[in-house]
């Protein structure tokens, strides 16, 4: 998925972003509280597009299912579902249909981590090193200077996706290996000097939240967040979906065909993209977030009277101010309308603006699974959008159009047809540049060493070992730790192969190549997606692997 880098500082003004602070949140009961109700008869005049919309989506951008939650000043207007669950299938997606919405849980740990500064339990500015000793980077400056808040931010230096391969796809890592390793993933930028995306600080800011309440990420999410906030559906693993059957199924393109896939359990990774959502719950953590984390009507009060909370007005300020500044790119012209004059990362909320208002969104990507969240403070608005397929230009396509009808209302421009066209085109230009390099290879060239010569288990060192040898006649590179990455090689040009990942939706084929020394015996394996198109958790650019001497 494309991450746009930002440049400019954001400057907060209007009254959801101005009000004094207030006190800490204070405690309240973890019993489930009531919400409001879907407010479908108002709703029905003022969303009579809404289906017409999300139908005309599904068809174009190839969707089975999506669910649409849309919330404004502090009521549901529509928390509903469109489409089926599985491909082939009957049952439709409704209100209450579950799905993966990865990367839209980091709001729920940074709101986590948020609680425990109005606790006092941490600082944003604490080092990480206070709430677990032993965390280390590759850099004993930046080891030393890391903070609560970095973690959350995108700063650290490390590269887009650095080390995803640790957990994406399914590995057999554990989350404090993961955490361990990150001492050997070299940075690609110095500290706090740029703004690129990673998940692997996400999950060490869900350990320090388990580490601080003496629960797991799960348990504390559902007891803090969760609960109070009525969200009874979510879950925050898949094994908590079993026995659900109104759970959304994984679907991928396989040789550009829509295709129901199995899911993709990451319980390692569960602070960057652990939690499982339906639109009726997710409706009830936009309106908690628009009201700057005041718990609905109902929730009770404290001793002394005061207002139900998550957490206290000053944190959710803290959550949408501006840390790291990320460039604004110039939009295909199309699409003109949507340009950002401003881009920043707050606290796991992306922040830019849209006609002079504020936005706070987040996407989420799984193999399977595409989610969006939109919040307009100033308009106390909320969209999220939640599908079973892997379509950016789906989430695109009705981010603006919905915005195009909510906020500026008189805005007739086909938002959903013009992403369309330009993902068309851009999805065009990738097969011609791949047919392009597949033409200019140099066919009849030969590997430098025999077959046999490259087998063998090399080792990176963060990762650690990838294997190749031959079965049955055909030569076969296994990462050791994924299961899923398989897949057999065969000869591009030179000393470079291709392997053909044996799970074919995960459209992340890879270059191999091989350096040699000059014995003619191997220095060294290099690997690096084939397309562009290649989700960016696919790290295998920043894998080096050698040898492993026997």
């Keep these: 998925m494309n991450r746009i880098a930002a440049a400019l500082l954001i400057a907060f003004s209007g009254a959801a972003l101005a009000q004094a602070p207030a006190p800490a949140a204070v405690p309240v009961s973890t019993a489930a509280v009531p919400t409001a109700a879907v407010s479908t008869a108002a709703a029905a005049p003022q969303l009579s597009y809404l289906g017409s919309d999300v139908e005309r989506v599904m068809k174009l951008f190839d969707v089975p299912g999506i669910a649409i939650a849309i919330v404004k000043d502090g009521q549901v207007l529509t928390a509903r579902g469109f489409g089926v669950r599985k491909l082939g299938a009957p049952d439709k997606v409704d209100g209450k249909t579950l799905f993966e919405v990865a990367s839209n849980s980091k709001a729920f740990t940074a709101a986590a981590l948020a609680m425990l500064v109005d606790e006092g339990k941490l600082a944003w500015d604490d080092p990480v090193t206070k709430h677990l000793p032993d965390f280390q980077m590759y850099d004993a400056y930046v080891t030393h200077e890391m903070t609560v808040r970095d973690l959350l931010t995108h700063r ?254 008189d805005d007739k421009t086909d938002w959903i047809g013009a992403v369309a066209s330009v993902e068309e085109e851009m999805h065009a230009k990738e097969k011609a540049r791949l047919a392009k390099t597949g033409a200019a290879r140099a066919a009849k060239s030969q590997p430098s060493l025999p077959p046999a010569s490259y087998d063998g288990d090399y080792q990176d060192p963060w990762y650690g070992i990838a294997t190749i040898k031959h079965v049955g006649g055909r030569q076969v590179l296994s990462l050791s730790r994924t299961p899923d990455l398989t897949g057999e090689l065969e000869h591009f040009q030179h000393d470079t192969f291709i392997v053909r990942w044996k799970e074919r939706n995960f459209n992340a084929d890879a270059y191999v190549s091989f350096a040699l020394n000059p014995d003619g015996s191997i220095e060294r394996m290099k690997m690096q997606p084939i397309s562009t198109e290649t989700d960016f958790s696919y790290d295998f650019q920043d894998l080096n692997f050698t040898p492993v001497k026997k």
Aim: hydrophobic residues 40%; aromatic residues 8%.
């Design 156 to 409: 650290s230096g490390l590269g887009l996706g650095a080390g995803d391969l640790l957990w994406w796809p399914t590995t057999s890592f554990s989350t404090d290996e993961i955490i361990h390793k990150l001492r050997y993933i070299a940075p690609s930028t110095s500290f706090r000097s740029s703004y690129a995306y990673d998940n692997l600080l996400y999950i060490v800011a869900g350990k320090i939240v388990a580490a601080k309440s003496g629960k797991t990420w799960g348990e504390t999410i559902r007891e803090r967040i969760l609960t109070p906030v009525g969200m009874a559906g979510t879950t925050t693993s898949l094994a908590e979906n079993a026995g659900n059957p109104n759970v959304a199924n994984a679907h991928s393109k396989i040789n550009e065909k829509i295709a129901a896939v199995k899911a993709m359990p990451v319980p390692n990774a569960v602070g960057a993209v652990g939690i499982n959502t339906n639109a009726e719950d997710i409706a009830r953590w936009m309106n908690v977030l628009l009201a700057g984390g005041k718990l609905p009507a109902g929730a009770g009060t404290s001793a002394d009277g005061k207002e139900a909370r998550l957490f206290s007005a000053k944190q959710a300020r803290e959550l949408w101010t501006a840390q790291t500044p990320m460039r604004t790119g110039e939009p295909n012209a199309k699409l003109a309308g949507t340009k950002a004059n401003f881009a920043a990362y707050g606290l796991g909320f992306q922040l830019r603006d849209y006609h002079g208002r504020l936005l706070a969104l987040h996407s989420g990507a799984l193999q399977g699974f595409y989610s969006k969240v939109v919040l307009v403070p100033e308009e106390k608005l909320g969209i999220a959008i939640l599908t079973n397929a892997e379509s950016g230009g789906s989430l695109n396509a009705l981010q603006w159009q919905l915005l195009g009808r909510l906020v500026d209302k």
